[in-house]
């Protein structure tokens, strides 16, 4: 792709985001905010040392509380399918300190045909060229997505707010052992332990119940330090240093990986016109260290992406969602190339030398609610892989996903959900093939 064709599509997209940002300045409480303010409405208060015995003051410290609450759906980095707010929460009397245990059960069943995904995830990475004919239709169900929660929101003179947070699922082994998912600490405008990168927008992914998600999906996660200030309540900027993980190609004789030695760095700038609508843009710094095995030489290439998002509400019942990313070495932080090895691959026209391919991707969502409590869903997204030649002929070159999802809260903390799946697979010699999957979901939480 020719950097012309690139940066029409970049402008095409932004001013298309420009034109949703200022629809939806002008727009009415979005059904996404009622829902929201539904499920805060939910929760059970429960005083660990008393209620207080002032009724005024009991129902100023419950109208406070579910303000937090209503907070904990509009996080920077909250993801659709996260957990919902604890049902339950326990507050000291005074209000200061309260904690909230919660977690969901989340079973979903689905059937793939005309060729059958590898793995439970429906990642057009993973589809097989050619099909695999002892794999042609599978149906097959999974509790992945269960998991317990806590978290922790309190006061003090010295820390000011500050919030602890842990999350765990069961994506362990063979999606049934306990994993440790998120794990940190907010202190005012810092956050320092295990969460989503600050190059993520999860919160500008369209809805998607299968595992895999969008194909140009970042929410990758990582032990980090993150400062991120608020400025006038509608502007934010973050920066932060993360633990590296990159995917290096092992494959090749004549260069190899070495250990990472520095932190990613990460920032990003958002403007936030109302709780949860904002247009953010991102980006990340990372060094991608191997040795050259042929010159006995270490090297150390520097990766890069900018990631461009944007989550708003033209109307009352429409949301729309935007992405777009492009970047080299940015292939193992998210989408559908993390199934892969590719932030650097084998130079084929230089032994001993690794490169880092463009990688570029976008994502387009719409979601209608015909009420607080049901909507209609549909995404497609693209990433597309550039290698040099002479690639292999049966490597990646793009992948393609499109879905269209039917969600309905039977009750606040009760869902159920209906989706049908599209990918698609092309590889360098211009072999490939679709694949189908439809899902259904249910899930429970408390």
């Known amino acids: 792709m020719n950097l012309s064709v690139l940066a029409r599509k970049f402008s095409i997209l932004c001013t298309a985001a420009a034109a949703f940002t200022s629809l939806a300045l002008s727009a009415s409480a979005a059904h996404t905010d009622s829902l929201i303010s539904m499920k805060a409405a939910s929760t059970k208060i429960v005083y660990i040392d008393g209620k207080p015995q002032d009724k005024t003051l009991e129902a100023a410290t419950r109208d406070s509380i579910i303000r937090v609450v209503q907070t904990f759906y509009y996080d920077q980095f909250r993801h659709f399918q996260d957990p919902d707010a604890p049902y339950f929460l326990f507050m000291s009397k005074e209000g200061g300190l309260s904690m909230g245990i919660g977690g969901s059960v989340r079973m979903r069943a689905y059937y793939d045909w005309n060729g059958a995904m590898p793995t439970p995830s429906f990642a057009p990475y993973t589809i097989p060229i050619p099909a695999n004919p002892l794999s042609m239709r599978h149906f097959s169900s999974t509790p992945a ?38 794990a940190y600490a907010t202190v005012r405008d810092f956050t320092i332990g295990y969460a989503t990168s600050t190059f993520s927008d999860p919160a500008a992914q369209p809805v998607v119940i299968d595992a895999a998600g969008n194909n140009n999906k970042f929410s990758n996660t990582s032990v980090l330090v993150r400062y991120m200030p608020c ?76 990631h461009l998002s944007s989550v708003s509400h033209p109307s009352r019942s429409l949301t729309v969602y935007a992405n777009f990313s492009i970047g080299r070495g940015i292939a193992g932080l998210g989408g559908d190339m993390v199934y892969g090895r590719y932030d650097l691959v084998q130079d084929p026209q230089i032994s001993g030398t690794l490169y ?18 049901f909507f209609i869903s549909a995404a497609a997204s693209q990433t597309h892989l550039s290698l040099r030649d002479p690639a292999p002929a049966d490597d990646y070159k793009n992948g393609t996903f499109a879905c269209l999802t039917a969600f309905w809260n039977i009750l606040p903390r009760v869902s159920a959900a209906a989706e049908l799946d599209y990918g698609r697979r092309a590889n360098i010699s211009g072999a490939s093939r679709n694949a189908w999957r439809v899902n259904a979901m249910c899930a429970f939480s408390f």
């Open 145 to 182: 997505g269960t998991g317990l929660f806590f978290r922790v929101i309190g006061y003090n003179r010295t820390l000011g707010n500050y919030q602890l947070y842990i999350e765990t699922d069961f994506t362990g082994y063979q999606s049934r052992d306990l994993k440790l998912k998120k």
């Open 231 to 306: 400025f006038r309540k509608k502007w934010y900027v973050g920066v932060s240093l993360e633990t590296p993980a990159s995917a290096i190609d092992q494959t090749g004789t004549s260069a190899k990986p070495r250990s990472e030695w520095l932190p990613d760095l990460a920032a990003l700038a958002q403007y936030e016109w109302a709780p949860g609508q904002h247009v953010r843009l991102s980006g990340v710094l990372r060094t991608l260290p191997y040795r050259d095995l042929t010159n006995n030489k270490n090297h150390n290439p520097v990766g890069w992406g900018l």
């Open 356 to 373: 880092a391919p463009m990688t570029i991707g976008w994502c387009a969502g719409l979601q209608y609610n015909f009420r607080p409590d």
